[in-house]
């Protein structure tokens, strides 16, 4: 660690790991109510376990994202952050509000959260993965404008980088585009439209920044390959991802009411989007190829490389398979779409954090790398859990496609419930696999007790 | 003939690339808004359609089922139950909730008055008049 | 260098494409957006004949073959910028820079007449899959143009206060190929959309 | 630089006799402006882009761009 205020990463990193357990164990839940239908009921109905699991997703992975802004500016910028105090207190607050909104989710019948936090001043709730009650939509603001005001200052005293320049735009767009949660019309096209605007504009837009900063940042310290060469690829791969991704939005106007152009925008301009995640690929491979020393967190790397492989993977093919609009008409709002949507998400976003968490953690507790030992555990840990991905996604995709044949396409189509029924024998080999994942998950949380002798360079 | 690959052009291809595809979505979008009035149904966005729109969304209901084929995947497409269904079945449905069979997908049961369950047929009605382009492919969504 | 194979990264490689390497990534993804937009359209075409050459006929040929002869005067006038530079002359440089960029003004001012004909016929791009293609491509190229001249503009500017020499003008070339690849587009689209019915 | 002049009278001319085409030949239309389509934008790439001249081993990518273009578009006129 260079400098003392990369200290308040820690905790950040602390929280996004203890709620990723709790997205993981919600996400168990539910795939065993999609077969086992009353497991749980009434005590937790679906549609809460989802709105935890979702919730908990995002939320993890934004205090990963600040977690990684705090240790990652002040090194870039050279010099220590604007207010470590400022960023610690944000950390408490984010933390107590996420908390709160989850146990409020948990205890309380959603209609009556609604009411109690002024859901009827401001209509923004029950619009997925918007559910938050308002106190909690203007918390986030409220911690994102203070987070960004803490690092835009650091960064504005300090070196600007490539590398901090894009985190801190990523950044500025994640809190802009969210202030579209509060926009909710009444015209239900319109609410999706601009819906649209937070959700695909984070994960197909600004988020996209936000991942090329943090992967580039590990590289160069893993690979020591010369910055300028990593910076500027880093900003061709950005370039791309936003070009393609930007009017890549068409792809959710196909069947909502939008005008019917969009087929064609939409399905043209996000065919490309895989091509910023295979530049991504190939440019992880390659700089580690490169590399102009051996570093010795290898499991950093190991992160760092799946990050890339996986992201293409979930991110690009799986997207692909279903973005072209004649496909789409088919496979929109099945389980193909939540087949994608694990992927990519794992491949990209959750991945990601956890290559910066795996570089930066051992440094943050007073070491270059965990020990040998801790880091065999933490590659189990990896495999376990990206093979256990990659099958979720295969059984899901196996569901997808013979409930859409089931459902839209044979001669004569079965209700949305038989065609369930159908498929329980995927949703059940999805749990299987998903305890698989969970078990990963553990050994991953264990590896961070395990001592041993520091790994050295070789 | 020049040979480079500088980080500075790479920058600006990045600044001016943003700027240049957010300007089209804007563009775009700024021609969705003026097509919308002849798609999106609003002349039956009544007074009951939007409480109904209310009562949707308070009552999360889009964490199982999907609208136009957005939400989650656990229960059935909603946009075009109206179609489907008929108002008197959306009613009983609701008002029997859950059905309490051993090991079947459950729905709680929201208390709704008959006022609140006509507000939210009326909404389903509004929804199962937008122009979505002929999706579902069949009545089954 | 082996690896470079797949990624070319360094700088030392001999790379000669005019203009730094990123626009040729730009130009590249450009191409690739345009290139399918050409191939459904043509496709689209394919399966609705009589309408395309119904909506064609609504088309202004000479208008589009006008902006043609614009748009390839423009890149000579690009051309000859790009020489002058090769000489060190920035002065002349930055002059036929602003010749094609007066050029690119016409082009725009054109298609904007044109555009706003058909607006006042009441055609969107939500009329027919024709007019979606021919408003909504037009635009994208429009778009386009505006870009390149402010590109050029941005060039002629340095130009004419020196900013670039004989030995060092990747500035000019980086511009030049960006604005020549507008112009091959438009070189397709307009005989595409225009004409072959 | 007289090369390039010839060239910019020629392919002006070339646009002429594509947007003549239209009204003349019925048979002959497609055919006739998908050549002179090719050759102008072959002609702009090698000697306006400058990439006859090019060592790159990305040069290809453009010269291909066109021909895979306007092969599917002669592509799909055989089709109705």
């Not at chain 1, 559910?131 to 918390?139: A, D, F, I």
């Amino acid at each position: 660690m260079k400098y003392q205020s990369q200290a308040v990463a820690k905790p950040y990193f602390i929280a996004a790991i203890g709620l990723f357990l709790g997205q993981i164990l919600f996400g168990l839940i539910m795939g065993l109510q999609y077969v086992v239908g009353d497991y749980l009921f009434p005590a937790i109905p679906f549609n809460v376990a989802r709105m935890v699991h979702t919730n908990l997703l995002i939320v993890w992975l934004l205090f990963g994202f600040m977690g990684a802004a705090y240790y990652l500016i002040p090194e870039e910028s050279e010099r220590e952050l604007y207010s470590p105090k400022l960023a610690l207190a944000m950390f408490w607050i984010f933390l107590v509000a996420g908390a709160a909104t989850i146990l409020g989710y948990l205890l309380v019948p959603y209609a009556t959260l609604a009411e109690m936090t002024g859901n009827d001043i401001l209509a923004t709730m029950g619009r997925e993965f918007l559910e938050q009650p308002l106190p909690t939509k203007v918390g986030i603001v409220i911690v994102a404008l203070a987070m960004l005001f803490n690092l835009s200052m650091t960064v504005l005293k300090g070196r600007k980088t490539a590398i901090n320049l894009v985190m801190l735009l990523g950044l500025w767009g994640l809190a802009i585009f969210f202030l579209f949660s509060f926009y909710n019309p009444a015209n239900l096209v319109k609410d999706k439209f601009y819906w649209w605007w937070v959700v695909h504009l984070w994960v197909e837009g600004v988020w996209e920044l936000i991942m090329g900063a943090m992967l580039a940042f590990v590289l160069i310290k893993v690979t020591g390959v010369d910055r300028e060469v990593i910076e500027k690829w880093l900003y061709i791969i950005i370039a791309m991802a936003l070009i393609s991704g930007l009017i890549g939005t068409g792809h959710h106007y196909y069947w909502i009411g939008t005008p019917e152009y969009w087929q064609w925008w939409g399905s043209v301009f996000s065919a490309m989007e895989p091509i910023p995640f295979f530049m991504m690929t190939l440019f992880a491979f390659n700089m580690v190829n490169r590399r102009r020393r051996e570093h010795p967190n290898q499991a950093a790397v190991l992160w760092a490389l799946g990050t890339g492989v996986m992201a293409f993977l979930g991110a690009g093919v799986w997207g692909f398979l279903h973005t072209l609009a004649p496909v789409n008409f088919y496979t929109h709002g099945s389980q193909i779409t939540a087949a994608h949507g694990h992927m990519a998400f794992y491949g990209a976003y959750a991945m990601v954090v956890l290559t910066m968490i795996s570089y930066t953690m051992p440094i943050l507790r007073g070491r270059e790398a965990n020990s040998r030992k801790a880091q065999v555990m933490e590659m189990w840990a990896f495999w376990l859990m990206t093979i256990a991905m990659v099958f979720i996604t295969l059984f899901l995709t196996a569901a997808g496609i013979l409930q859409i044949w089931l459902q839209r396409i044979a001669a004569e189509p079965m209700g949305f419930m038989a065609a369930q029924d159908q498929v329980a024998l995927f949703y059940w080999m999805r749990e299987i696999t998903g305890l698989v994942f969970f078990t990963g998950l553990t050994l991953y949380i264990v590896s961070f007790f395990v001592k041993g002798e520091e790994a050295r360079a070789s | 003939m020049s040979s480079a690959f500088t980080k500075s052009a790479a920058r600006n291809i990045f600044y001016g690339g943003a700027v240049f595809f957010f300007l089209l979505l804007v563009g775009l979008s700024f021609d969705t808004m003026q097509t919308l009035p002849k798609r999106d149904n609003r002349e039956n966005l009544n007074e009951s359609a939007i409480r109904g729109k209310h009562i949707w969304e308070t009552r999360n209901c889009i964490g199982c089922h999907t609208l136009l084929g957005e939400g989650a995947y656990f229960a059935p497409e909603l946009g075009n139950v109206y179609t489907r269904r008929g108002p008197d079945f959306i009613k009983a449905w609701i008002q029997s909730q859950p059905t309490g069979v051993p090991g079947r997908r459950q729905m709680p049961n929201f208390n709704l008055t008959d006022a609140q369950l006509d507000d939210l047929v009326e909404f389903f009605k509004y929804t199962a008049g937008i122009d979505t382009a002929k999706w579902p492919p069949n009545i089954e969504g | 260098m082996t690896i470079a194979a797949t990624l070319p990264a360094s700088p030392d490689q001999p790379r000669t494409l005019p203009g730094d390497l990123a626009i040729w990534f730009f130009i590249f993804a450009e191409l690739l957006v345009f290139g399918v937009f050409f191939l459904a359209y043509a496709f689209a075409r394919a399966r609705n004949v009589e309408l395309f050459d119904a909506s064609q006929l609504q088309l202004d040929r000479i208008s589009g073959a006008i902006n043609t002869a614009l748009l390839i005067s423009s890149s000579y006038f690009v051309v000859r910028a790009v020489d002058r530079i090769r000489h060190g002359a920035s002065r002349a440089c930055a002059g036929w820079l602003v010749a094609a960029m007066a050029l690119g003004g016409a082009f725009l001012v054109l298609k904007l007449t044109e555009f706003a004909g058909k607006f006042a016929a009441g055609i969107t791009m939500s009329t027919n899959t024709f007019f979606m293609f021919y408003i909504g491509l037009g635009f994208f190229h429009f778009m386009h143009v505006v870009l390149g001249m402010i590109i050029l503009g941005w060039v002629a500017h340095k130009a004419w206060r020196g900013g670039y020499s004989a030995a060092d003008h990747a500035g000019v070339e980086t511009g030049a190929s960006y604005w020549h690849m507008v112009d091959l587009v438009w070189i397709v689209l307009f005989p595409l959309i225009y004409v072959m019915h | 630089m007289k090369l390039a002049t010839a060239l910019w009278v020629f392919l002006l001319i070339l646009t002429a006799l594509t947007t003549q085409a239209a009204v003349v030949a019925a048979g002959f239309l497609v055919p006739f402006v998908l050549v002179t389509t090719y050759i102008k934008g072959q002609v702009v790439i090698d000697h306006f882009m400058g990439l006859r001249h090019a060592t790159s081993r990305l040069r290809w990518i453009v010269p291909a761009w066109l021909l895979v273009v306007i092969g599917g578009i002669a592509y799909t006129f055989t089709l109705s």
